[in-house]
């Protein structure tokens, strides 16, 4: 029992075996890509694994604390950023091994063709709040 | 209304609409149905003179299967596609008094049944044995109540070719309480509590050893509860607990439970963990701990589990027994993509002296450590010893 997130890049993953930019799809090839992802995570659902999924906008604003009384610095947002996160799927899974399994299967989600995208994913393991009580001696 | 008596009701009202042939799964949601109905409708506090004919307090198991046998009945009766069972059911005689068999060891085999999967198997024991709501169970696990409603159907699904009276391994039943207890108190429900419940609830049933082994290991660590955080919610390592807000109560039943177990000469894993714990909770202070007879239990451990994590933990007590070089060529033999193999490490090379390796080893196993208040933990150590070396 262990929660992953499963993260989709826009940018900064290493190019996918199916590499064609979605605006360059025909609608029905759009159409059967969403249709993937819902049943995914409704079979995941179904399955009892499934905590979240989000989708983000590529863009966004970079805000730091600018000192007591003032407001906020804001910039950019960047073009040169290296990392764009796309979205994302939280899986609560009984093993690595099946989190894997599962985020192999959402690479395979149709693209260009009808063919699967294989696109890389990223598996991050979530940090717990505490160790399991035996385990601290 | 005493909430845990009623849940402690849950598993044998669930064998008690079984007997009477209602299929496991149906029976289930029966009686959970009726624990909801209770919880909402029953007086919080009945006054002792007011006691009215069938005051459900009078008793309450025959009022829940009452209730639940009902409600089993309208969901049979309203799915056509059951008509075949209703008409069965309903040639059955008027269900009499309780039967006086005791069912809930059944409940935990079943619940426990090694086609699940361990997460399916937590879950499903924590709501059929342990009568706690699927929203209690979704919210101490952090994933959403239709996730976890989906998990137990599906468990559910999966034991229903199960006979109910089939004999179960109590090792599996064991193997699902101790992950119960590990995953200790998240959110408003206290797990550590309900594992400790459950493994009562279970030892007063069955007489194993081992059953014994893990209750009094879970009572044994649950006694330092209070001890292992700070105010501020830090982890406080052994050696530095104030021993003095240990749990004696719980520490003394714990070590009379692993007494009469050892007595019976039939050594398991859990009683070896009880027994090391039973050492630490014995030792007045941190310096008094019996490291030599420690490491002893570690090579029983080692002998009943080949575990390579419990191999590492018996070299941190062989480093207390035998001095931090010891420990050193004990971590050797073992591989260091061990996880918390960097902590030990930076451990023992702390104790032999060795500032600079330690604080490299702590920043290492804070990197890879799989939660936050261990990684916290660790990287406090690391900057200890760097603000030390830089002075």
């Known amino acids: 029992m262990a929660k992953y997130l499963l993260l989709k890049h826009y940018r900064g993953a290493p190019a996918a075996v199916n590499d064609v930019p979605m605006d360059q799809w025909t609608p029905q090839e759009i159409s059967a890509h969403v249709q993937y992802m819902n049943d995914f995570a409704a079979r995941l659902e179904k399955t009892g694994e499934f905590v979240d999924g989000q989708a983000l906008a590529p863009e966004g604003t970079w805000v730091r604390y600018d000192g007591e009384g003032r407001p906020p610095v804001t910039d950019g947002p960047f073009a040169e950023t290296k990392d764009l996160i796309a979205g994302w799927m939280v899986i609560d899974v009984d093993s690595y091994e099946r989190a894997v399994e599962l985020a192999g299967e959402l690479s395979a989600a149709p693209g260009a063709g009808g063919k699967p995208i294989h696109e890389w994913l990223e598996v991050r393991p979530f940090l717990t709040a505490n160790p399991g009580i035996t385990e601290c001696h | ?391």
């Not at chain 2, 361990?118 to 699927?134: H, K």
């Not at chain 2, 700070?230 to 240990?246: F, I, N, T």
């Not at chain 2, 692993?258 to 202070?285: C, K, N, S, V, Y």
């Not at chain 2, 933990?313 to 061990?338: F, H, Y």
């Open chain 2, 1 to 391: 209304m005493d909430e845990a008596l009623l849940r402690s009701l849950t598993p044998s009202v669930i064998a008690v609409l079984v007997r009477r042939g209602a299929d496991f799964a149906a029976a289930e949601d029966a009686v959970q149905d009726a624990l909801v109905e209770a919880l909402r409708s029953w007086p919080a506090d009945p006054s002792p003179g007011s006691s009215g004919e069938g005051h459900p307090l009078r008793d309450a198991k025959g009022w829940l299967v009452t209730v639940a046998w009902r409600k089993f009945l309208d969901q049979t009766r309203s799915d056509a596609a059951r008509r075949r069972r209703e008409e069965r059911v309903d040639q059955e005689p008027a269900p009499g008094p309780a039967p006086a068999v005791d069912d809930t060891l059944q409940l935990y085999f079943l619940c426990a049944h090694p086609s699940l999967t361990p997460s399916s198997a937590v879950a499903l024991t924590l709501r059929a044995v342990g009568g706690l709501t699927t929203r209690q169970i979704a919210r101490a696990y952090l994933v959403p109540e239709a996730t976890m409603a989906q998990r137990i159907s599906r468990a559910k699904r999966t034991v229903s070719g199960v006979r109910f009276d089939q004999p179960g391994d109590v090792a599996t039943v064991l193997r699902v309480l101790y992950l119960v207890f590990n995953e200790g108190y998240s959110g408003d429900l206290d797990l550590a509590a309900e594992a400790i419940r459950l493994t009562r609830q279970l030892a007063a049933r069955v007489d194993h050893p081992e059953v014994a082994g893990l209750l009094a290991l879970m009572l044994l660590h649950h006694a330092r509860r209070a001890a292992r955080t700070a105010p501020d919610g830090s982890l406080v390592p052994l050696a530095e607990q104030d021993r003095g807000r240990w749990d004696t109560e719980a520490i003394a039943e714990g070590v009379t439970l692993l007494q009469a177990a050892l007595a019976r000469d039939r050594l398991g894993e859990f009683q070896a963990q009880a027994a090391i714990a039973a050492l630490h909770a014995d030792a007045p202070t941190a310096e008094e701990t019996d490291w030599v007879q420690i490491v002893e239990w570690y090579d029983e451990l080692v002998r009943l589990t080949d575990s390579p994590i419990v191999r590492l933990n018996r070299a941190v007590a062989v480093g207390e027994a035998d001095g931090p070089r010891a420990g050193l060529a004990a971590l050797a033999a073992l591989d260091d993509s061990l996880p918390r193999h960097a902590a030990v490490a930076a451990y023992l090379h702390e104790r032999d002296g060795d500032v600079a390796t330690a604080a490299r080893l702590y920043a290492e196993a804070a990197h890879q450590a799989p939660n936050t208040a261990e990684r916290d933990y660790l990287t406090r150590q690391a900057a200890r010893l760097n603000t030390r070396r830089n002075r």
